[in-house]
């Protein structure tokens, strides 16, 4: 039995074969890390009055440098490291928009704290978490605990 190969219907095939690929691989974009720490944000206190954003450094962040409560933009599925300069003097906490407390420096405990995608961190004056799509869906804010004045938005990107 003899087969004989069409050439037109091969490289039709191929043809096909090849913008499947390239179009699975233009739809997936990797994931990051939850792990790996994205972007470290450090704040600085301005007396009692305001956060300002010193620095940030990796992606994934953004927000006005050297302005006071300015909004910190973040992206979903990202882990942030903060750098919280006024420390024990000016402990940080995450809010909802309802001012629940979500993520705190603290002795407060927020409601996100113990969830193992969070993976919630405090050590010294850093706070780390990794920002997941249920905390995005809750998290609007960011405050001193001790002085309210003290507060800024938090907006969310994917």
């Known amino acids: 039995m003899k087969f004989r190969l069409n ?15 390239s179009c699975k691989e233009e739809e997936e974009e990797p994931m990051p890390d939850p792990n790996v720490i994205a972007a470290t944000i450090t704040l600085e206190n301005v ?22 409560n300015v909004a910190i933009g973040l992206r979903t599925g990202m882990r942030y490291r903060f750098v919280n300069n006024g420390g024990s003097g000016h402990p940080l906490e995450f809010l ?19 969830d193992d995608a969070v993976n919630f961190m ?13 905390l995005a869906a809750e998290l609007a804010k960011y405050r001193c605990s001790f002085h309210p004045g003290m507060l800024g938005a938090i907006t969310i990107s994917n």
């Open 96 to 114: 909802s928009s309802s001012n629940a407390v979500l993520l705190a420096q603290n002795n407060q405990t927020g409601t996100f704290e113990n």
């Open 122 to 134: 405090v050590e010294g004056d850093n706070i780390t978490f990794t920002l997941t799509t249920a």
């Open 47 to 68: 007396g009692a009055n305001a956060y300002v954003v010193a620095s940030i450094s990796g992606d994934g962040a953004t927000a006005i440098t050297g302005e006071q």
């Open 7 to 21: 050439h037109n219907l091969l490289l039709l095939g191929l043809l096909m074969l090849t913008a499947l690929v």
